[in-house]
Nanobody
Framework: QVQLAESGGGSVQIGESLRLSCAAA????????MGWFRQALGKEREMVAT???????VYAKSVKGRFTISQNNASNTLYLQMNSLKPEDTADYYC?????????????????WGQGTQVTVTS
């Protein structure tokens, strides 16, 4: 059974950093596409970053240059390093996964989801 568990959210001030973690279980030796999404209050869930099976990363324009997605294959952990945080980054952040290579960057392209972790950026 595939399970994803996020951690690392919290409340920070403008310009500070946070690192989110997502522990993945149940994929065995099969390669899979991973991603981070976020959903602000009253808004649709949006892609933040995805990481393909070949290591290719795709970022939303709003976070490119500030956020970095990475993975530790040994521990099956996905990370999202978030620097220079802004109030508009405030949202619930979700880890997502799908078997095989990435086929898209929308929420519909991912089958497995974590429970989310909240990030709040204050001035």
């Amino acid at each position: 059974q595939v399970q994803l568990a996020e951690s690392g959210g919290g409340s920070v001030q403008i310009g500070e950093s946070l690192r989110l973690s997502c522990a993945a279980a149940g994929f065995g030796d099969t390669a899979y596409c991973m991603g981070w999404f976020r959903q602000a209050l009253g808004k649709e869930r949006e892609m933040v970053a995805t990481l393909d099976t070949d290591g290719t990363a795709v970022y939303a324009k709003s976070v490119k240059g500030r956020f970095t997605i990475s993975q530790n294959n040994a521990s099956n952990t996905l990370y999202l390093q978030m620097n220079s945080l802004k109030p508009e980054d405030t949202a619930d952040y979700y880890c997502a996964a799908e078997w095989g290579f990435c086929v898209g960057t929308t929420a519909a392209d991912f089958k497995y989801w974590g429970q989310g972790t909240q990030v709040t950026v204050t001035s």
